[in-house]
């Protein structure tokens, strides 16, 4: 399914707030929060943030398919915001699988459901796998994207308003649109 507008990309995500996905806030509530932490360590990247902000929309698309809702999500907004964005949320899910494999303490830092949805997303990554993660295009901003992931689950934090996203979510349609 592809979100053919930034309309229809808000309606998705504003669905959010009535989807838990087994964590403490629900799934709009930890999308804008993921956003918002973006937004503060990476200021000049609105791709990166807008990633963040729709980094689980497979799983409001598809609530029953956790191992695919980063593939999901990506192909459903690849189309309306762009390459980069949809790599990013695609590949959301094996940064946290790189993230366990190369950092001993990170599993530790994981939530319940995240430690489950790991094994369903095939779990810690050999070498191999590693290594071609590292060099990949896009390394650094998964790594981020997954940190500011882990970190957006937070009761009653106070973060900007999914309306507030709607400008930036139009300027990355319309630079979509032009290319």
Not at 10 to 20: F, I, N, W, Y
Not at 75 to 85: E, F, N, Q
Request: proline residues 4%; aromatic residues 2%.
């Amino acid at each position: 399914m592809s979100l053919s507008t930034v309309d229809a990309l808000l309606d998705t995500l504003r669905r959010g707030a009535s989807a838990h996905d087994g964590e403490v806030v629900d799934l709009l509530e930890h999308m804008l929060q993921c956003a918002a932490l973006l937004v503060e360590s990476a200021p000049e990247d609105l791709e990166l943030q807008a990633a963040g902000l729709v980094h689980d929309v497979g799983t409001v698309l598809e609530p029953s398919g956790p191992a695919t809702h980063a593939v999901t999500g990506a192909g459903a907004v690849g189309p309306l915001l762009g390459a980069r964005v949809a790599a990013l949320v695609a590949g959301h899910d094996h940064a946290k699988r790189y993230l366990v494999s190369a950092d001993p303490a990170y599993r530790a830092q994981l939530s319940e459901m995240s430690v489950v949805t790991l094994a369903l997303q095939g779990g810690d990554m050999d070498a191999a796998e590693r290594t071609q993660f590292e060099t990949g295009e896009h390394f650094d901003a998964l790594v981020a994207l997954r940190r500011a992931d882990d970190a957006a689950k937070t009761i009653g934090r106070i973060v900007p308003s999914l309306d507030e996203w709607e400008e930036p979510l139009e300027r990355l349609a319309e630079r979509q649109s032009r290319s």
